[in-house]
């Protein structure tokens, strides 16, 4: 929890800021003293924004706004680790998607580092110097999702459905997609 800090200080007084005749009364010195106690966390949070918003830094209670940012859905099951690579990764995810590559990376993020992670699509583009060749690709329009994990237990349809959230959003929406998921 954020609020006071005990013995953090404010790094400009407000007694400081006074003029010099009314620094040395001692109602003011006193009144201001409450004020510098309730500001100053402020200040220390304004001082370290940066360590607010970057996804390795942020306390743990701000994951969650600073994934809002990135369009981002957090899983309270995920480890903080995994919250972090995720909220941190999001960005280059989003420019990725719809390609082979981000729907790669999403799906190992998502099923966590200890995870294999194969996709296989089936279309493809080509350009023929003759007309009416063949088409690249297979015709079916699909992409496989095959995920093995260690230890699997009982986690597998937990997975499934976060998988499967994931890949309506980093997979074209006219291509159907298949996931299974196995014990390693």
Do not use: K
Request: aromatic share 6%; hydrophobic share 45%; net charge negative.
């Amino acid at each position: 929890m954020r609020g006071l800090v005990p013995r953090l200080e404010n790094p400009s007084p407000y007694v400081t800021r006074l003029p010099a005749v009314l620094q040395e009364d001692e109602f003011l010195q006193r009144w201001l003293t409450a004020f510098d106690a309730s500001i100053a966390p402020v200040i220390s949070v304004l001082d370290n924004l940066d360590a607010y918003v970057r996804p390795g830094t942020t306390p743990v209670d701000f994951l969650d706004w600073l994934a809002t940012w990135v369009d981002v859905e957090l899983d309270e099951e995920w480890s903080v680790d995994q919250r972090r690579r995720v909220v941190a990764d999001a960005a280059g995810l989003h420019r990725r998607a719809g390609r082979f590559d981000g729907v790669l990376e999403t799906v190992q993020l998502i099923a966590g580092p200890d995870a294999s992670v194969e996709v296989a699509e089936s279309g493809g583009t080509s350009w023929s110097a003759t007309a009416h060749g063949p088409l690249p690709g297979s015709p079916d329009g699909a992409v496989r999702i095959t995920v093995a994990v260690p230890r699997l237990g009982d986690r597998a349809e937990v997975l499934r459905r976060r998988l499967d959230r994931a890949a309506r959003r980093v997979v074209p929406a006219h291509i159907r997609t298949e996931i299974e998921i196995t014990e390693a």
